[in-house]
């Protein structure tokens, strides 16, 4: 099955699921949601991993209220899937619309695909973040400096694949500034 965007679907007239629940949560017409999604101005930050899951479909743009991000994450010191689950729920109790995971080390795919798994709200990350840790497993080895932007590209994809529903992608990283990441 090719996995299609909310974007694909609105510009062609089709209102999704997805969409008709932004409307009843934003109060908006739902051909309203899809036109704004058709032309950019909308998003749905929904996975279909995530979406099949707890997800409860949200958008962000123009017509929509304000959002509140809450960040969250491990580090290599304090690491445990009992404890990000905590953050997420407090998070998500005192009205956090999305969450980004900003784990740095440890289990990272195992908080993250619990934190997926428990969440009703979107799930971010930054890529780069787990690729200078080890990789999806923890087990590249390489150096920073030998990280490719293919290295890049496969993590994006592993973690999409995973159900993350937003990232944010440090694309402009200098070479002089690797050194300044290396062993957060």
């Known amino acids: 099955m090719e996995t299609r965007t909310q974007m ?17 949560r934003e109060e908006l017409d739902a051909e309203l949601v899809r036109s704004e999604v058709a032309r950019g101005r909308l998003t749905l930050p929904a996975n279909v991993h995530h979406l099949a899951g707890a997800l409860d479909p949200m958008a962000i ?3 929509s209220r304000v959002k509140i991000n809450a960040n969250i994450g491990n580090s290599q010191v304090s690491s445990d899937v009992t404890g990000e689950l905590e953050k997420l729920a407090t998070a998500i109790k005192y009205g956090a619309d999305t969450v980004m995971d900003l784990s740095t080390g440890g289990n990272i795919d195992g908080i993250r695909q ?36 293919q290295d890049l590209l496969d ?10 529903d937003y990232m944010t992608l440090h694309a402009g990283i200098l070479f002089e500034h690797l050194p300044l990441v290396h062993g957060r």
């Open 114 to 149: 619990a934190l997926i798994a428990a969440s009703p709200v979107p799930i971010g990350t930054v890529p780069i973040y787990q690729a200078v840790q080890g990789g999806p497993d923890g087990k590249w080895e390489k150096e920073l400096e030998e990280l490719t932007a």
């Open 8 to 24: 694909y679907y609105a510009r062609r007239g089709e209102i999704t699921e997805a969409m008709r629940r932004v409307a009843e």
């Open 155 to 164: 993590m994006i994809e592993h973690q999409a694949k995973q159900g993350v």
């Open 61 to 63: 743009g123009k017509v």
